[in-house]
């Protein structure tokens, strides 16, 4: 069974630019998480897709971040314009979502560095 | 809003003693706690499941216990070995519909032959 598919691995940009990371999860799986992780620390929700709609955004900064999961498949994590403090790990990760509180299925994730 | 505390940042032991990672909660109780292993450059991978009226769940060479009263989960790795080097990160789930995950920061073990 094939994994939760993350691209690019690495990026590096300037502040003020845009980044866009791309998420494919597991075949059948409803629910899509994006997560970020900061060094040192651990993973922050930032949105949570049930299908193709949005559940749970109440973390995620509007003002500079947008996210989409058309189709309900794959799913685009976007920041425009990129901050200094945007420099981590972004995760994606998905679940059956059959029942509460199944095990989530990571990806490796994307670095970025926002120079 | 939740706060998880992992005990150390890091916890080194010798190869085949158990180590022991420590997991405290504030606020609400979670129904349930899940604990994942972190590779460098990796994504978390789940290891063990235990909701709140479970006090001890076991695979293999590990060991969670919960912990209700204190607001603490404690998480062993018996006779461990270099391979189990890595970090270690516990998360919390109230259980409610949208299923929000709250992790912890992590702690690193190391294991030394």
């Known amino acids: 069974e094939a994994g939760v598919a993350q691209s690019p691995r690495y990026k590096i940009i300037e502040k003020r630019q845009s980044v866009a990371f791309w998420c494919n999860p597991i075949s059948g799986h409803a629910t899509l998480y994006w997560y970020q992780q900061i060094l040192g620390q651990g993973p922050k929700l930032l949105i949570q897709?049930?299908?193709?709609?949005?559940?749970?955004d109440s973390q995620l900064p509007k003002d500079r971040f947008s996210a989409e999961r058309l189709k309900g498949v794959d799913s685009t994590l976007k920041i425009q314009p990129a901050k200094l403090e945007d420099s981590a790990v972004y995760l994606c990760?998905?679940?059956?979502?059959?029942?509460?509180?199944?095990?989530?299925?990571f990806g490796s994730g994307t670095q970025l560095s926002v120079l | 809003s939740q706060k998880i505390e992992q005990n150390s940042e890091a916890l080194n032991i010798q190869e085949g003693k158990t180590a022991t990672l420590t997991c405290n909660y504030t606020?609400?109780?979670?129904?349930?706690l899940q604990w994942y292993r972190q590779d460098p450059g990796r994504g978390p991978v789940f290891l063990l499941l235990?909701?709140?009226?479970?006090k001890e769940k076991r695979k293999e060479r590990l060991k969670v216990t919960f912990d209700t009263t204190l607001k603490q989960s404690l998480f062993h790795i018996t006779a461990s070995q270099p391979a189990d080097s890595a970090t270690y990160l516990c998360a919390l789930d109230r259980g409610s519909t949208l299923g929000r995950l709250y992790f912890g920061r992590g702690t690193q073990l190391t294991v030394w032959p």
């Open positions: 990760a998905s679940s059956p979502r059959t029942r509460k509180n199944e095990k989530l299925f």
């Open positions: 235990i909701r709140e009226n479970e």
């Open positions: 897709f049930q299908n193709n709609g949005v559940v749970d």
């Open positions: 606020n609400y109780s979670p129904a349930y």
